[in-house]
């Protein structure tokens, strides 16, 4: 038998002959066998249908030759095997704008996943959250694509520090649930290539090596089998060279789907396998195609495979370990975001005599939805759990909930202060699996559930699917009413996964704090948040607006609907609508001040530099961001956009200089006539601030 196994150390050139000979050694069976997964049911019906309970063969592998099978596992909350490091779910980390926190996750990830014997993972989710109603929209970092890419492209690189395979989700326009697996997305060109893609782009070219294609339709074609995306665009105009693989079950309709540029149908062989076998010996599918895929799977799996590994070896014991957990805990104290305080935050754990805690989500393990991201980590540490540890026995803790409205308020009224946490768990807002949903195989097959345990949801309580409202649910909003009516200060905690609208309840508060899906340490971070042992440094990854209405058109049951151009802050800056609370928007325990912007013409691009001083008496961490108004002679654009970020540390009375640099290229627009990118000449503005409406008070013009 010839051994064509990977071996470390390989040199590109020998990776490049090894690739060859096994395409010129493998048969045509052999081939069309690596371009799907294999014997995923079978694992899964054997775990019980537990979802990561195994690492799943996901493409690639040829015994005979040595070759073996790629491992897939998912995220990007975490590895969903086994018990993982469960860090804050994507939109939280959006939140902390921390790109060097982003990588470093990503490194802990990958750890994690070679430690659990997987080499690709499925993590970077950056789906543009077009709407808030989106289940699945924990998922991804926000609505901006400059921030979508950055911090993908830092988890992409993080993830494939130590030989991990990143890929990055879902390609193309997956921004809703419940018909995300008939839906089709009509967009035109510039609002595709200016709004929905250049994060995909920035995080290839940052290395990110796979990419996995969306359920759904673009413009009348499954993007699983879309040439348009998945080679005009991907591989022709980006020079993309490594592989492309389906969503699971559902992720292509038809073995053109090869030709169209996808290389791997995951987890089993439904649409390619025996089907594309036949395609290719009666001459539909050119050999070429087959050779071609094999080549780009090949060639990224072994690039990988035959590198240097960081570590010596990777045992079982670095999955959760205290570095990793540590780092769970920091992502959700940077993420924590302060919406609202009128003097009620941080407490003083010396005068708090007694503590009212109100709600059901505060003592429940909530750390996001029960899909595909889901980790199961060694503890979770709850909202209550944490003030409880925090505060010890020196502080009365009192409890309650929209069971009882009317003892939850009684138990309060002599309180020093009250937190009622609120928000949403799985039922609400999560990864969509439709009910009569049995993975492209007789439900036989795949044998009985396991029985639920206590720590596992229902199937009603996993169902997930889009929002059916942007606010609170009703006794939520009736237990803030009433703890708000006792007259002792109030903190509402937001647990959601993107926006929750505020209306009717918010002014009655004293603040308000979205902390998001924290993680297993997140009840840790919001004590410490709370008590002022951290000070927030959390900004809105997206816009809260006043009503629903001032959000794009959104039908989760929809056959067609249109992505235009305008969402997010953008689209109510051109309809001149005010948010509740604006994209960037996020408050301190300090205060800072902004001056001294600079901005110059350089070869590639702009230079820009601010000044930041820390005007508060405690210890700081602000997000400067920079947005650039366009001339909007030639075609109408955004009144501005986000450009560039960057968090910095400062000490009371410390002042820093910070720079940006913004190339020209993420200045163009796309031209729909020639179908490529032009400099729009004339006089762009610069803004710099604290979020996209404090920016408006420090600009600057600049002649390009």
């Not at 993420?335 to 305080?341: E, G, H």
């Not at 009413?481 to 508060?509: F, H, I, M, N, Q």
Request: glycine share 10%; with cysteine.
């Amino acid at each position: 038998m010839t051994d064509l196994a990977p071996i470390k150390g390989l040199s590109p050139e020998a990776i490049s002959a090894r690739v060859d000979q096994i395409l010129a050694e493998a048969s045509l069976s052999e081939k069309v066998r690596m371009m799907s997964g294999k014997g995923f049911f079978k694992l899964l019906a054997a775990s019980g249908r537990r979802w990561g309970a195994d690492p799943y063969p996901a493409g690639s592998g040829i015994d005979r030759l040595g070759v073996p099978p790629l491992f897939f596992t998912d995220g990007p909350r975490g590895v969903a095997r086994g018990h993982s490091t469960c860090f804050p779910c994507t939109m939280a980390r959006g939140a902390s704008f921390d790109v060097d926190l982003e990588r470093r996750i990503g490194e802990a990830m990958s750890i994690e996943i070679r430690a659990q014997d997987c080499t690709l993972s499925g993590a970077v989710c950056v789906n543009l959250l077009r709407h808030p109603a989106w289940g699945r929209a924990q998922e991804t970092y926000g609505e901006d694509p400059c921030l979508l890419g950055q911090m993908g492209a830092a988890l992409s690189v993080g993830l494939q520090t130590h030989n991990v395979i990143a890929t990055v989700k879902h390609f193309a326009l997956n921004s809703m649930e419940n018909a995300r697996f008939k839906v089709d997305v009509r967009i035109d060109e510039r609002a595709l290539h200016e709004v929905y893609l250049p994060h995909f782009k920035t995080i290839l070219d940052a290395g990110c090596a796979s990419v996995m294609s969306a359920y759904n339709q673009m413009n009348g074609a499954f993007c699983g089998q879309n040439r348009t995306l998945l080679t005009d665009i991907l591989r022709v105009e980006w020079g993309f060279d490594g592989f492309v693989h389906s969503d699971w079950v559902m992720g292509l309709r038809h073995v053109s789907a090869a030709s169209a540029g996808l290389d791997i149908e995951n987890p089993e062989p439904l649409v390619f396998g025996k089907h594309l076998l036949a395609a290719v010996e009666a001459g539909q599918i050119e050999p070429q195609v087959i050779d071609q895929a094999c080549r780009r799977i090949l060639s990224t799996q072994y690039r990988f495979a035959c590198a240097e590994d960081p570590l010596p070896d990777y045992p079982l014991d670095l999955v959760a370990q205290p570095a990793h957990v540590a780092l769970a805990l920091e992502a959700a104290e940077k993420s924590a975001t302060l919406l609202r305080n009128e003097g009620m935050l941080p407490l003083n754990r010396g005068e708090l005599r007694k503590l009212a805690v109100l709600g059901r989500l505060a003592n429940k393990e909530n750390t996001g939805d029960f899909g595909s991201s889901r980790v199961r980590p060694p503890y979770v540490v709850t909202p209550l759990q944490g003030l409880e540890l925090a505060l010890g026995d020196s502080t009365l803790i009192v409890t309650g909930d929209e069971g009882d409205i009317a003892a939850a308020a009684a138990a309060s009224r002599d309180a020093d202060a009250i937190i009622v946490v609120v928000g949403y768990t799985a039922r609400e807002e999560g990864e969509f699996i439709p009910e009569d949903m049995t993975l492209g195989v007789a439900s036989d097959d795949l044998g009985s559930p396991a029985p639920p345990s206590s720590n596992e949801p229902s199937a009603e309580e996993a169902r997930g699917g889009d929002r059916t409202h942007l606010g609170l649910p009703a006794d939520q909003i009736a237990l803030i009413d009433a703890a708000c009516a006792t007259g002792r200060p109030v903190l509402v905690v937001l647990v959601a996964g993107s926006a929750v609208l505020v209306e009717g309840w918010y002014d009655k508060t004293a603040a308000i704090l979205q902390t998001f899906y924290s993680g297993m340490e997140g009840g840790t971070a919001l004590a410490r948040v709370v008590l002022g042992q951290v000070n927030p440094s959390g900004k809105l990854p997206f816009t809260v607006a006043t009503d629903p209405d001032h959000y794009p058109f959104f039908d989760k049951d929809a056959d067609v609907i249109t992505y235009d151009y305008w969402h997010g802050y953008t689209k109510l800056a051109r309809e001149t609508i005010a948010p509740r609370f604006c994209f960037g928007h996020g408050l301190s325990y300090a205060h800072y001040g902004y001056r001294a912007l600079r901005v110059r013409r350089t070869r590639t691009g702009i230079e820009a530099h601010v000044s930041i001083t820390n005007l508060g008496n405690r210890a700081g961490e602000e997000i400067a961001q920079l947005y650039v108004g366009f001339p909007g002679t030639l075609v109408e654009r955004p009144a501005k956009v986000l450009k560039g970020f960057q968090r910095v540390a400062l000490e009371p009375g410390q002042t820093k200089t910070v720079r940006f640099d913004i190339d020209l290229a993420d200045l163009a627009y796309r031209d729909p006539v020639t179908h490529t990118w032009r400099q729009e000449p004339g006089v762009h503005r610069i803004y710099v601030g604290g979020s996209s409406l404090l920016a408006d008070q420090l600009s600057t013009r600049i002649s390009l």
